[in-house]
Nanobody, 118 residues
Framework: QVQLVESGGDLVQPGGSLRLSCAAS????????MGWYRQVPGKQRELVAV??????DYADSVKGRFTISRDNAKNTLYLRMNSLKPDDTAVYYC?????????????WGQGTQVTVSS
C-alpha cells in the first residue's frame, strides 16, 4: 500500500514561484513512474509533468517554467513552479504507478490547492 501526501500549495501573485512536495510512504522503486497532475472545477484532470527512469516530460503549457524532480532517499517528489500564471490555478495531485508482476497500481494524493492571483 502506498500513501501520498502533497504540500506546498498556496496563494501566489502572477510571476511568483512555488515548490510542491509529495511525500510517499510504502515501497516505491527508484524508477517508478511518478507525476503531477492538476484539475480545475468542471474540467478533466490533466498531466503537468512526469518522471520515470530518469526521463522527464512536461505539458506544453508548463515547459520552461516547471521542473519535476525526486529524492529517492526521502521518497519525495517535487514540482518547482516558476513564472506562475493565473491559468496555473488548480488543485495539484501527485501520482505514482507501482508495478507488481504484470499488474499496475495507481495511487493518488489528496491534492494541494495552488491559486495564482493578484
Amino acid at each position: 500500500q502506498v500513501q501520498l501526501v502533497e504540500s506546498g500549495g498556496d496563494l501566489v501573485q502572477p510571476g511568483g514561484s512555488l515548490r510542491l512536495s509529495c511525500a510517499a510512504s510504502g515501497s516505491i522503486s527508484s524508477d517508478a513512474h511518478m507525476g503531477w497532475y492538476r484539475q480545475v472545477p468542471g474540467k478533466q484532470r490533466e498531466l503537468v509533468a512526469v518522471i520515470a527512469n530518469g526521463s522527464r516530460d512536461y505539458a506544453d503549457s508548463v515547459k520552461g517554467r516547471f521542473t519535476i524532480s525526486r529524492d529517492n532517499a526521502k521518497n519525495t517528489l517535487y514540482l518547482r513552479m516558476n513564472s506562475l500564471k493565473p491559468d496555473d490555478t488548480a488543485v495539484y495531485y501527485c501520482n505514482v504507478v507501482v508495478t507488481i508482476g504484470h499488474t499496475e497500481y495507481d495511487y493518488w494524493g489528496q491534492g494541494t490547492q495552488v491559486t495564482v492571483s493578484s
